[in-house]
């Protein structure tokens, strides 16, 4: 990359205009709680609305309330206008309300950021053995000859059989801490990274598909010619090198023997005595299920694209495109050429889509009115073996009776409890007449329930028995 | 007795249980594969007799499946013998300018973008309109102008606002079918008859001479 290439990037490209915005701070901290953080994409609006907000109305309370003038809606616009494509935002088939994704642009500025903060613990040891075990299946994969495959399996097999006589003796070696922790980190950094690369694909595959319709509408030759290349195309979007490790990320995912085997050995992982105070060890157990919908998501895109690609090449859309394209040009130059004058009344006409099928039935048509008998005779039911008593036996406490109780009691002294007041005015109605004065002490600015000390109320029932009930002292104050 | 038990078995053929529903469905207007999945379905199994039906009243069925929608049409009649079952809605010329404008937005938006739906908001339509809007001091009765064009166009079915967020539409692929190459012409053509009679020589020649087409809306 010379000079002017990085110049250039630096004027056009998403990812650095990302770097140097004025609101930088407040747009990747957002990124990383609605995005990144909880590995979460396709976020409907509202739902992206109320994060920012809630993001805003923290920043706002320790930066002050001007520090972040725009509301949340407007920040959002912003962030997803074509000139900036920090956020994609995109419609899907069937919701009215739009949906948001980061751009590849914007996740790698905020994996950039993240790095900088620098790390405690930089695991070193197991990327070493990653390159180790990448070097060696790169170097035992790519030959050819037969006697040297078999030879590196045969030293691998030694390998095994010392490993396991060592075991036999005795000798089993585990994993220290450190190193655990070491690889540990290696694999969350992997599997993270991993989710980052297939917004990358997807916007890949968006770029082969705009290279595509770029072509189709520049096209001068045949439709022959045309569909051709288009074919050869369509190939390089499965065949291109993108298209095929994503096939091959996808035939592994979907593979049910790997997948049981990852899945094993993840909860496996998780148990591991030197791995236990890892804060995130249980997100590394479910890792795949945040996989899978990624997956598809751009499995999704790439139907898309080819379904919206099969529209374009249709013969017929294809040659009515390019000369309603003209035909349009050559109105938009008409109606600028009369601009200043035009025509009036009706200029044209157009189907409506429906039959005009008017059904003169359908309409109400006047109806007399009938006339409406009343049967007022009364017929006395028989009502002989209907128990009334029930009826009756519904009871209601007067409040105003018990508010008077009070009052007449507080008349000669200056507090008394509620054991005063029923000592005065006996329960005549028992539970239900306690309740009803405590309600009265609750509502009441002259009464105070004691908590921590206790009174006994005593009433008698129509049967002459004796019931007793314990609750929180309340005492009644005179109104100064 | 045996020949009068027979004949709802052969009408039951002749007619599928489904097939009223989705003509009259289709009578009511377009029919969406995204809205109405149940009655698409049917009338993917049902095209020929659909066909077949319509053709009675002439009628076409048009159908575009990779675009999800289907809807009748008026059969060619150069000789105009069959009275009109579908009616035709007169549009001023802003209201046509306004549908060619759409559309051609419509074909870039497929052209450059492998997104589905065109999502346009009213800001978006009056920039694209204003240029061929005639100079005025009085912007505000020019976009009032404009709002009842884009309520005429909703009218029509053409532009669908977007629930829940209010000045955004979304421009109805279904528009394609209508607006097409034939109709542009048109335009194209009458519009260019109206420039040639505005320079013509003669001053008093007509302001606009749409073509004859005497027919109003049956009510």
Same mark, same amino acid.
């Given at each position: 990359?010379?000079?002017?290439?990085?110049?250039?990037?630096?004027?056009?490209?998403?990812?650095?205009?990302?770097?140097?915005?004025?609101?930088?701070?407040?747009?990747?901290?957002?990124?990383?709680?609605?995005?990144?953080?909880?590995?979460?994409?396709?976020?409907?609006?509202?739902?992206?609305?109320?994060?920012?907000?809630?993001?805003?109305?923290?920043?706002?309370?320790?930066?002050?309330?001007?520090?972040?003038?725009?509301?949340?809606?407007?920040?959002?616009?912003?962030?997803?206008? @074509?000139?900036?494509?920090?956020?994609?935002?995109?419609?899907?088939?069937?919701?009215?309300?739009?949906?948001?994704?980061?751009?590849?642009?914007?996740?790698?500025?905020?994996?950039?950021?993240?790095?900088?903060?620098?790390?405690?613990?930089?695991?070193?040891?197991?990327?070493?053995?990653?390159?180790?075990?990448?070097?060696?299946?790169?170097?035992?994969?790519?030959?050819?000859?037969?006697?040297?495959?078999?030879?590196?399996?045969?030293?691998?097999?030694?390998?095994?059989?010392?490993?396991?006589?060592?075991?036999?003796?005795?000798?089993?070696?585990?994993?220290?801490?450190?190193?655990?922790?070491?690889?540990?980190?290696?694999?969350?950094?992997?599997?993270?990274?991993?989710?980052?690369?297939?917004?990358?694909?997807?916007?890949?595959?968006?770029?082969?598909?705009?290279?595509?319709?770029?072509?189709?509408?520049?096209?001068?030759?045949?439709?022959?010619?045309?569909?051709?290349?288009?074919?050869? =195309?369509?190939?390089?979007?499965?065949?291109?090198?993108?298209?095929?490790?994503?096939?091959?990320?996808?035939?592994?995912?979907?593979?049910?023997?790997?997948?049981?085997?990852?899945?094993?050995?993840?909860?496996?992982?998780?148990?591991?005595?030197?791995?236990?105070?890892? @804060?995130?060890?249980?997100?590394?157990?479910?890792?795949?299920?945040?996989?899978?919908?990624?997956?598809?998501?751009?499995?999704?895109?790439?139907?898309?694209?080819?379904?919206?690609?099969?529209?374009?090449?249709?013969?017929?859309?294809?040659?009515?495109?390019?000369?309603?394209?003209?035909?349009?040009?050559?109105?938009?130059?008409?109606?600028?050429?009369?601009?200043?004058?035009?025509?009036?009344?009706?200029?044209? =006409?157009?189907?409506?889509?429906?039959?005009?099928?008017?059904?003169?039935?359908?309409?109400?048509?006047?109806?007399?009115?009938?006339?409406?008998?009343?049967?007022?005779?009364?017929?006395?039911?028989?009502?002989?073996?209907?128990?009334?008593?029930?009826?009756? =036996?519904?009871?209601?406490?007067?409040?105003?009776?018990?508010?008077?109780?009070?009052?007449?009691?507080?008349?000669?002294?200056?507090?008394?409890?509620?054991?005063?007041?029923?000592?005065?005015?006996?329960?005549?109605?028992?539970?239900?007449?306690?309740?009803?004065?405590?309600?009265?002490?609750?509502?009441?600015?002259?009464?105070?329930?004691?908590?921590?000390?206790?009174?006994?109320?005593?009433?008698?029932?129509?049967?002459?028995?004796?019931?007793?009930?314990?609750?929180?002292?309340?005492?009644?104050?005179?109104?100064? | 007795?045996?020949?009068?038990?027979?004949?709802?078995?052969?009408?039951?053929?002749?007619?599928?249980?489904?097939?009223?529903?989705?003509?009259?469905?289709?009578?009511?207007?377009?029919?969406?594969?995204?809205?109405?999945?149940?009655?698409?379905?049917?009338?993917?199994?049902?095209?020929?007799?659909?066909?077949?039906?319509?053709?009675?009243?002439?009628?076409?069925?048009?159908?575009?499946?990779?675009?999800?929608?289907?809807?009748?049409?008026?059969?060619?009649?150069?000789?105009?013998?069959?009275?009109?079952?579908?009616?035709?809605?007169?549009?001023?010329?802003?209201?046509?300018?306004?549908?060619?404008?759409?559309?051609?937005?419509?074909?870039?938006?497929?052209?450059?973008?492998?997104?589905?739906?065109?999502?346009?908001?009213?800001?978006?339509?009056?920039?694209?309109?204003?240029?061929?809007?005639?100079?005025?001091?009085?912007?505000?009765?020019?976009?009032?102008?404009?709002?009842?064009?884009?309520?005429?166009?909703?009218?029509?079915?053409?532009?669908?606002?977007?629930?829940?967020?209010?000045?955004?539409?979304?421009?109805?692929?279904?528009?394609?079918?209508?607006?097409?190459?034939?109709?542009?012409?048109?335009?194209?053509?009458?519009?260019?008859?109206?420039?040639?009679?505005?320079?013509?020589?003669?001053?008093?020649?007509?302001?606009?001479?749409?073509?004859?087409?005497?027919?109003?809306?049956?009510?």
């Amino acid at each position: 990359m010379d000079f002017y290439a990085i110049s250039s990037l630096r004027d056009n490209h998403a990812a650095w205009s990302l770097l140097r915005a004025q609101n930088a701070p407040l747009a990747l901290s957002f990124f990383m709680t609605a995005f990144t953080g909880p590995n979460q994409r396709n976020i409907a609006r509202q739902q992206l609305i109320d994060t920012l907000d809630d993001v805003l109305f923290g920043l706002r309370e320790s930066e002050g309330e001007d520090s972040f003038p725009k509301a949340a809606a407007e920040y959002l616009d912003d962030w997803a206008a @074509p000139e900036r494509a920090w956020l994609r935002k995109y419609y899907v088939p069937d919701q009215d309300e739009p949906r948001y994704d980061l751009t590849a642009a914007a996740e790698d500025v905020i994996r950039w950021v993240e790095g900088l903060q620098g790390r405690d613990f930089v695991a070193t040891q197991s990327r070493l053995t990653s390159i180790f075990a990448v070097l060696k299946q790169l170097v035992q994969q790519s030959e050819s000859d037969p006697e040297v495959r078999l030879a590196e399996l045969r030293y691998q097999r030694d390998g095994i059989d010392a490993e396991m006589q060592r075991i036999r003796d005795g000798h089993v070696r585990v994993m220290s801490a450190p190193e655990a922790r070491d690889h540990f980190q290696q694999l969350t950094a992997l599997a993270s990274n991993l989710l980052g690369d297939f917004r990358e694909v997807e916007q890949n595959f968006r770029k082969l598909d705009r290279a595509v319709r770029e072509k189709i509408t520049t096209w001068d030759g045949s439709q022959g010619d045309l569909l051709a290349t288009i074919f050869a =195309n369509q190939q390089d979007i499965s065949s291109s090198t993108q298209g095929r490790t994503f096939q091959g990320f996808w035939d592994y995912l979907m593979s049910p023997q790997l997948r049981s085997e990852l899945q094993d050995l993840l909860t496996r992982a998780t148990r591991i005595e030197a791995l236990s105070k890892e @804060p995130n060890l249980h997100a590394v157990a479910t890792l795949h299920q945040d996989w899978l919908p990624a997956v598809e998501q751009t499995q999704n895109t790439v139907r898309q694209l080819s379904q919206q690609m099969r529209r374009l090449l249709d013969d017929k859309v294809f040659l009515e495109n390019k000369r309603v394209m003209q035909l349009i040009r050559s109105i938009e130059s008409g109606a600028l050429g009369t601009r200043g004058q035009p025509p009036s009344g009706m200029f044209m =006409n157009i189907a409506t889509p429906s039959v005009d099928v008017a059904l003169p039935f359908e309409r109400p048509l006047y109806e007399p009115s009938r006339r409406v008998l009343v049967d007022d005779d009364i017929m006395t039911a028989d009502d002989a073996d209907v128990d009334a008593d029930a009826l009756f =036996n519904q009871f209601h406490v007067d409040t105003q009776r018990l508010r008077a109780n009070i009052v007449t009691v507080l008349e000669n002294t200056e507090q008394a409890s509620l054991v005063d007041i029923t000592d005065a005015y006996p329960l005549s109605q028992g539970l239900a007449e306690i309740v009803a004065y405590y309600q009265l002490a609750t509502e009441s600015a002259w009464a105070s329930i004691d908590p921590d000390s206790s009174q006994q109320l005593s009433w008698t029932l129509p049967d002459g028995s004796i019931r007793e009930a314990r609750l929180e002292k309340i005492i009644f104050v005179r109104p100064a | 007795m045996s020949a009068d038990t027979e004949t709802p078995q052969s009408t039951a053929n002749r007619t599928p249980e489904e097939l009223p529903g989705v003509v009259t469905r289709l009578f009511k207007g377009v029919l969406y594969a995204e809205a109405d999945e149940k009655i698409w379905q049917s009338l993917l199994g049902l095209t020929s007799q659909v066909r077949d039906y319509v053709a009675v009243l002439g009628l076409d069925l048009i159908l575009d499946e990779p675009e999800g929608y289907a809807f009748l049409r008026s059969r060619d009649d150069p000789d105009a013998t069959l009275p009109r079952l579908i009616p035709r809605r007169q549009l001023t010329f802003n209201v046509s300018l306004l549908l060619a404008l759409l559309r051609g937005r419509m074909l870039e938006f497929d052209t450059n973008s492998g997104e589905l739906r065109l999502i346009m908001t009213e800001q978006d339509i009056a920039d694209m309109v204003s240029v061929f809007l005639p100079e005025s001091s009085n912007e505000a009765r020019v976009l009032d102008r404009l709002n009842t064009d884009i309520k005429k166009v909703v009218d029509l079915g053409f532009l669908r606002k977007l629930r829940g967020q209010p000045g955004t539409y979304e421009v109805m692929r279904i528009l394609k079918a209508f607006v097409d190459a034939q109709w542009l012409e048109e335009f194209d053509a009458r519009l260019t008859d109206y420039r040639a009679s505005l320079e013509g020589v003669a001053p008093s020649a007509p302001e606009t001479e749409p073509a004859p087409e005497p027919r109003e809306n049956s009510a």
